[in-house]
């Protein structure tokens, strides 16, 4: 079965320190997100990236948010500066066609302190 | 801005006993997706609903899309300890401008007691 793999699967980092989160989608997929969930709370989408660029974006997205897929295989989500409520799971998600279903990596635990 | 509310947010049964857990919203999706969710890892999908009035069945999973694709409900039959676990509904997006952005709901944490 294809999976979306994710690492690290944790990360802890100090206030204003850069992340980089990666991922590898399932290889003949077309459309890559970014979802994370704040401990107890709902999975909140954070960007959807197709056809090499960001096709939608939500308000927590903003510029200290960047997301790339540089060589076609990895996707990678970078926060510039972080801030305590950064501190979130982190999930990868990839699709093939529409309608089609998702495949969720494992996810990145963030922890900033 | 696209709500899902989903019910009950726990939900305690005996082994045996059936269950029903709803998704509501006042938007429409284009299609609404049910996942499953361990602690510690990634929602693992379970079905994808599409057309209105649709229903599905995984084994003593029945899972139903309303007629006007605002709601759903998943249906367990005879429920047993294996499905003790975090249950999520999520719906992507009507239009075409979505390019399947998922609204998820708060989840329903399942257990059942043997």
């Known amino acids: 079965e294809p999976e979306v793999t994710q690492t690290p699967s944790h990360q802890v980092t100090q206030m204003g320190q850069e992340v980089i989160l990666r991922c590898v989608p399932i290889s003949n997929h077309l459309y890559f997100y970014w979802y994370r969930q704040i401990l107890g709370q709902k999975v909140e989408f954070l960007v959807s990236f197709y056809n090499n660029e960001i096709s939608e974006k939500s308000e927590i997205f903003d510029d200290q948010f960047s997301v790339e897929r540089p060589d076609g295989s990895n996707f990678t989500l970078k926060i510039r500066s972080t801030k305590l409520e950064d501190s979130a799971m982190y999930f990868c998600?990839?699709?093939?066609?529409?309608?089609?279903?998702?495949?969720f990596g494992s996810g990145t635990r963030l922890t900033v302190v | 801005t696209q709500l899902l509310e989903q019910s009950p947010q726990f939900l305690s049964i005996q082994e045996g006993e059936n269950l029903t857990v709803y998704c509501n919203s006042s938007s429409v999706f284009s299609s609404l997706q049910w996942y499953r969710q361990e602690p510690g890892e990634g929602p693992v999908l379970l079905v994808t609903?599409?057309?209105?009035?649709e229903v599905k069945k995984l084994k003593r999973l029945t899972f139903q899309f309303g007629d006007a694709r605002k709601d759903s409900s998943l249906h367990i039959t005879a429920a047993q300890p294996g499905d003790t676990g975090l249950y999520l509904c999520?719906?992507?997006?009507?239009?075409?401008?979505?390019?399947?952005?998922?609204?998820f709901g708060q989840g329903t944490i399942l257990t059942v007691h043997p």
């Open positions: 999520a719906g992507a997006g009507a239009g075409g401008t979505s390019y399947g952005k998922l609204t």
């Open positions: 998600a990839s699709r093939g066609q529409p309608g089609n279903g998702y495949t």
């Open positions: 609903v599409v057309t209105g009035g």
